[in-house]
């Protein structure tokens, strides 16, 4: 995944809201793409599995399951 370098600092620290996460989802031309997770750039990615509420915050996770 390219990152704008310049951008990074801004968007990083301040996040998305909910709003803003959906209107950028809803210009994706393939709305059945699946969803991934990732904290490291893309490098390693897991599938979204729970989106729920928590601190007053949306959390979108990925949850391992039981072995």
């Known amino acids: 995944m390219d990152i704008d370098e ?17 209107k ?13 997770l990732s904290i490291d750039g893309g490098e390693q990615i897991k599938p979204v599995s729970l989106v729920g509420k928590k601190d007053n915050q949306c959390l979108i996770a990925f949850v391992p399951t039981s072995k």
Do not use: A, Y
């Open 24 to 36: 950028e989802l809803q210009s994706f031309e393939n709305q059945d793409l699946p969803v991934v």
């Open 6 to 22: 310049d951008n990074r600092k801004s968007w990083t620290e301040k996040g998305k809201t909910i709003r803003s996460l959906i």
